[in-house]
């Protein structure tokens, strides 16, 4: 571990305050004594078969499994034999109760369109559109992009692919056309949804567009389904684009769900790693259905007459988990809203709270700290007290923001779940149970059930309390990643290769006397902005792309909104650049990659500091980003007098 993250360790340390649940949450929690945790939580770890098929008859199967976990990790293989669908799960099991009326979906789009999804309108909706990808020549196992706005097409989409057996690839709807190209590429895409636009900040952003851009060099993609949101002029190329409202006219509102094999691939993810190419992360259906069924009745603590929000673009595995499968699998009702959180104004998500009378509202740090500095007189603007629970996502959040969170939106009345988990665990791996766990500002407290964590050091040998290490598992659990679509070398290399034994979850983190864990960031070069993961490389990719651009080297700064801001050191190819150079730079960055990795800062430097083995070492360009006098240690330095130029160019 580097200096920096012993520096943090000694940063938490002072905080010392516990917020215990209060009984009234705990007397009607879903789990409701540390007893009962501490019995589960001993019980999955000595017999997790046992357990884990226990937990699974909280879910419909087609055929019983034969055997509920094969294999060691990494090659683990849960519920073999069995028959599942997940959209059966989260629609058609619902239909044979009162829940058949119950909203599943409600939807705000961003100038103030609203439309309510009953888990019949849902089904009738979601059986149509599996017809449509049919008719289109979709089949059991053809990989489906979605690259749509947060409308409640999105969700129908998903479980329409889920319905047939078609894995989906979602890209978040801020990505550019070339990220788009090389995610279809490298899923070998067959179809893609998208909408004409969708709002933001009350702009249109295109999404039409740039998928025909996308298609000039994604030769797989065969059909492009268009939903009608904006109204916007797009191009329709016939015999290829096909605009949803007329397909859906036709199609028939019967489908019968695809009994699929439990470790069918029910979708795939990107996600940025150290090298540029992002990582198609794969879930399969059984194992992360039962995780996100399970963790969002844990730590949810979903009741049948909860309205739940989660704030997360379903383009992330937040999304993805915690708007869509999970709570819908539950029969819960879960608010779906497509903008911006200061749109019209910075009120906007505590009139959607008032509004809807949100009861457990679900969001990132990054949020939390913009709302922060809004200040308190929009939350205060609106009658919040129907919130019980609220939680968070996504990075560490800061004592101060917590217990902001805690104070005014809380209203010191409702249990915090910090929840820590990543697109590769498909669910929330650590994190409190409201009803049980005494909290404490920036920990996300202890492991689930199932999940057996431990801190490490660079050998794979336990560290004690408050000593900082590498966080990993030392069990399987069903909601893993089972492979990098197209890479198994690569997944291996990456989640097991480096800690014997292990999945290597490539955070550090510290355990304190309590048991609790303090997550310290990510040890490798990805950065965490505003919640979202971006590989140091994809950026610097994007700069080196520039004619002018001779070597680049992107490193993260600590950022008072965005937690991590992109700091670019750039040589040219030419002497000194222009300032005019640093926007076009910007804009560069943000058409190739899109609008999340557009840098906050960029310095022209005439040599980067490296390695004698040609690394750039980018620890010390992060010491000189964050302002940082002292840098680390500077032994492998290759040329010393490169760290005194760039640090009189800071001046
Ligand atoms: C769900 C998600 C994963 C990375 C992870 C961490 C960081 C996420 C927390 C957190 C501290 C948390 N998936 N992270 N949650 N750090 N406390 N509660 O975010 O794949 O996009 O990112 O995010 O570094 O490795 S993700």
């Not at 419909?60 to 990494?74: A, C, E, I, K, T």
């Not at 190209?181 to 067959?190: C, I, Y």
């Not at 879930?283 to 069924?293: E, F, N, R």
């Not at 083995?613 to 500077?634: C, F, H, Q, Y």
């Amino acid at each position: 571990m580097s200096t920096e993250s012993s520096g943090s360790i000694e940063n938490v340390l002072h905080e010392g305050r516990k917020f215990p649940p209060s009984t009234d949450f705990a007397s009607n929690a879903n789990i409701a004594s540390e007893a009962e945790y501490q019995q589960m939580w001993d019980r999955a770890k000595d017999d997790p078969a046992g357990f884990w098929g226990e937990m699974a008859e909280n879910l419909d199967w087609f055929r019983p499994y034969d055997s509920v976990l094969d294999g060691q990790m990494p090659e683990t293989k849960w519920f073999l034999g069995g028959k599942i669908n997940a959209s059966y799960n989260c629609l058609d099991r619902h239909l044979d109760s009162w829940r058949k009326n119950k909203a599943a979906i409600i939807w705000e789009g961003e100038p103030g369109d609203t439309r309510v999804l009953r888990y019949q309108d849902l089904h009738r909706e979601v059986c149509k559109f599996a017809n449509v990808l049919k008719k289109l020549g979709v089949e059991t196992g053809d990989r489906v992009t979605l690259y749509m706005p947060m409308i409640p097409e999105l969700a129908i989409a998903m479980l329409a692919c889920a319905r047939i057996g078609a894995p989906h690839s979602i890209i978040f709807g801020g990505f550019s056309a070339d990220a788009v190209a090389d995610r279809n590429n490298d899923a070998q895409a067959k179809l893609v949804v998208t909408a004409d636009g969708g709002w933001r900040r009350g702009k249109e952003v295109p999404l039409k567009a740039a998928v025909d851009e996308s298609l000039e060099r994604s030769p797989s993609v065969e059909k492009v389904v268009v939903v009608r949101r904006t109204g916007q002029e797009v191009d329709m190329v016939p015999d290829r684009d096909y605009w949803w409202h007329e397909m859906m006219e036709g199609a028939s509102a019967e489908c019968e769900p695809e009994q699929l094999d439990a470790e069918h691939p029910l979708f795939i993810l990107y996600t940025s790693g150290s090298t540029g190419k992002p990582k198609g992360v794969l879930h399969t259906t059984g194992g992360y259905l039962l995780g996100t069924t399970m963790t969002s009745k844990w730590v949810f603590d979903l009741k049948d007459d909860d309205t739940y929000w989660c704030t997360a673009d379903i383009g992330w595995v937040t999304g993805h988990s915690y708007i869509v499968y999970g709570p819908l699998s539950n029969g819960a009702t879960t608010i779906m809203y497509e903008g911006a959180p200061n749109w019209p104004d910075e009120g906007r998500f505590w009139q959607m709270v008032e509004k809807y009378q949100v009861n457990i509202f679900y969001t990132a740090p990054t949020a939390i700290r913009a709302f922060v500095k809004w200040g308190d007189n929009w939350p205060n603007q609106y009658d919040l007290s129907s919130l019980r629970l609220l939680g968070t996502v996504g990075e560490p959040i800061n004592p101060e923001a917590w217990m902001w969170y805690h104070r005014v939106i809380g209203q010191e009345a409702c249990p915090i779940v910090d929840t820590w988990w990543q697109t590769e665990t498909g669910g929330i791996m650590l994190s409190p149970l409201p009803g049980v766990t005494a909290t404490k500002p920036g920990s996300c407290t202890k492991p689930l059930p199932g999940v057996v964590p431990d801190i490490v050091t660079k050998e794979g040998a336990s560290l004690g309390d408050n000593e900082g290490g590498l966080l990993v598992m030392r069990q399987p659990w069903p909601s893993m990643l089972r492979t990098l679509y197209g890479d198994h070398d690569r997944f291996l290399q990456v989640y097991f290769s480096e800690i014997e034994g292990c999945y290597f979850a490539g955070d550090g983190a510290r355990r304190d006397e309590d048991g609790y864990y303090w997550i310290m960031g990510r040890v490798d070069d990805v950065l965490n902005v505003s919640g979202h993961r971006l590989s140091t490389m994809e950026v610097e990719s994007a700069l080196v792309s520039h004619e002018l651009v001779a070597e680049a080297a992107v490193v993260g700064f600590p950022h008072d909104l965005k937690g991590e801001g992109i700091c670019c050191f750039v040589t040219l190819t030419s002497a000194d650049g222009p300032e005019e150079l640093k926007d076009e730079l910007k804009a560069h960055v943000r058409k190739q990659i899109g609008a999340i990795a557009t840098p906050d800062m960029i310095r022209f430097t005439n040599a980067l500091p490296k390695t004698r083995s040609g690394k750039i070492m980018r620890r010390l360009l992060r010491d000189i980003a964050a302002g940082r006098e002292e840098v680390g240690d500077t032994t492998t330095l290759e040329d010393f007098t490169v760290l005194a130029r760039l640090r009189e160019h800071n001046e």
